[in-house]
Antibody, heavy 120, light 107 residues
Framework: QVQLVESGGRLVKPGGSLRLSCAAS????????MHWIRQAPGKGLEWISY????????KYADSVKGRFTISRDNAKNSLYLGMNNLRADDTAVYFC?????????????WGQGTLVTVSS | DIQMTQSPSSLSASVGERVTITCQAS??????LNWFQQKPGKAPKLLIH???NLETGVTNRFSGSGSGTDFTFTISSLQPEDIATYYC?????????FGQGTKLEIK
């Protein structure tokens, strides 16, 4: 069955760095674009980044541009999010989600999320 | 960026009641509109894609309609297991954007 399992979230100080991972299984990873979406405590959903199946196209939300880096390793069926210069307002549960490659498909499956807390 | 305005932000209804949530996009998004359900501590679950297409295994008490900028999500007969927060989301353009969410409670 389809599985997306995020890991790497923890407590980090402001200005610190972190790398999140998303391990995919149960589907052909290269047939999918991948996204990161986050949710601050008690708040709504915020899309933050996208990477195409061959890493040729990468997009970021303005709120993380220049600080976060999305990447993927298709040989390992894994998605990553490098996070630098973390701020308190980056505190959130971070979800990875997949989108079938091609012309506009929905985010049809999400992982359970990993919590990042930025606090001194 | 496309803004998604969802209402109401919270809703209290009785079991068996018909429930409607609306979502308005700041520009025409054609039919690239999804509805998600999120229960506490869980990931969002895709219920409906492309305005009105029910995902496999999702109850047909749920339905969606609309076009262009105005969309509606309806639960025909509210059940206790429907208690959750519901989000609309556009994917016509990046950045994908979500409505603010509607928290549904049982009266």
């Amino acid at each position: 069955q389809v599985q997306l399992v995020e890991s790497g979230g923890r407590l980090v100080k402001p200005g610190g760095s972190l790398r999140l991972s998303c391990a995919a299984s149960g589907f052909t990873f290269t047939d999918y674009y991948m996204h990161w979406i986050r949710q601050a405590p008690g708040k709504g959903l915020e899309w933050i980044s996208y990477i195409s199946s061959n890493s040729g196209i990468i997009k970021y939300a303005d709120s993380v541009k220049g600080r976060f880096t999305i990447s993927r390793d298709n040989a390992k069926n894994s998605l990553y999010l490098g996070m630098n210069n973390l701020r308190a307002d980056d505190t959130a549960v971070y979800f990875c989600a997949r989108e079938a490659a091609g012309v506009l498909h929905p985010l049809d499956y999400w992982g359970q999320g990993t919590l990042v807390t930025v606090s001194s | 960026d496309i803004q998604m305005t969802q209402s109401p932000s919270s809703l209290s209804a009785s079991v068996g009641e018909r429930v409607t949530i609306t979502c308005q996009a700041s520009q025409d998004i054609t039919n690239y509109l999804n509805w998600f359900q999120q229960k506490p501590g869980k990931a969002p679950k895709l219920l409906i894609h492309d305005v009105s297409n029910l995902e496999t295994g999702v109850t047909n008490r749920f339905s969606g309609s609309g076009s262009g900028t105005d969309f509606t999500f309806t639960i025909s007969s509210l059940q206790p297991e429907d208690i959750a927060t519901y989000y609309c989301q556009q994917y016509d353009n990046l950045p994908y954007t979500f409505g603010q969410g509607t928290k549904l409670e049982i009266k």
